[in-house]
């Protein structure tokens, strides 16, 4: 009975997570099928719990020591979202990228980014503004580090479910 409730309690958040997104560009359907595009994830101009990210890695001494598993979290969960019909890693041989500019983490769950897929030449695919994943952080024990773990992956997953419904 638990599990049934926070899985409907999750699927709730996303339903909400999902209006105040705004996609700019949606050209998928002409991008190939399979796709592997290089993802980059910058969090220099983020807020994170109401501190810049320069602040925050003072506060957090583990911040950027634990960063690269926040971005693998968000790209292993995009990737089981997306299904293999596109494939975001970390490639050099690739002509596609993702961006994801990380705006904010709340305190209350919630990492709000924009994303923005483009070929080689500069041709952008997809963009979308303000997304942002579920928040459960009424669920959520850790530390900071270990719950932005988590947001990020359902951030991941977000993004994962947008681009899949316009593929």
Not at 74 to 99: C, H, I, P, S, W
């Given at each position: 009975?638990?599990?049934?409730?926070?899985?409907?309690?999750?699927?709730?958040?996303?339903?909400f997570?999902?209006m105040?997104?705004?996609?700019?560009?949606?050209?998928?359907?002409?991008?190939?099928?399979?796709?592997?595009a290089?993802?980059?994830?910058?969090?220099?101009?983020?807020?994170?719990?109401?501190?810049?990210?320069?602040?925050?890695?003072?506060?957090e001494?583990?911040?950027e020591?634990?960063?690269p598993?926040?971005?693998?979290?968000f790209?292993?969960?995009?990737?089981?979202?997306?299904?293999?019909?596109m494939?975001?890693?970390?490639?050099?041989?690739?002509?596609?990228?993702?961006?994801?500019?990380?705006?904010?983490?709340?305190?209350?769950?919630?990492?709000?980014?924009?994303?923005?897929l483009?070929?080689?030449?500069?041709?952008?695919?997809?963009?979308?503004?303000?997304?942002?994943?579920?928040?459960?952080?009424?669920?959520?024990?850790?530390?900071?580090?270990?719950?932005?773990?988590?947001?990020?992956?359902?951030?991941?997953?977000?993004?994962?479910?947008l681009?899949?419904?316009?593929?």
């Amino acid at each position: 009975m638990k599990k049934v409730l926070l899985l409907t309690l999750m699927m709730v958040g996303l339903a909400f997570s999902a209006m105040g997104q705004t996609v700019t560009v949606d050209s998928l359907r002409k991008a190939p099928l399979g796709l592997r595009a290089n993802l980059v994830m910058d969090f220099s101009k983020a807020i994170i719990h109401e501190m810049s990210e320069e602040n925050f890695a003072k506060y957090e001494k583990d911040w950027e020591k634990d960063k690269p598993s926040i971005v693998e979290k968000f790209r292993a969960a995009a990737n089981v979202k997306l299904d293999n019909e596109m494939k975001l890693g970390y490639y050099d041989d690739v002509d596609y990228q993702m961006t994801v500019t990380v705006k904010s983490i709340t305190t209350k769950g919630f990492i709000v980014c924009d994303a923005v897929l483009t070929d080689k030449n500069g041709k952008v695919y997809f963009a979308v503004e303000d997304l942002k994943g579920s928040s459960d952080s009424f669920f959520t024990p850790g530390t900071k580090l270990a719950r932005i773990k988590i947001w990020s992956a359902l951030t991941g997953v977000a993004l994962g479910s947008l681009i899949k419904d316009r593929m």
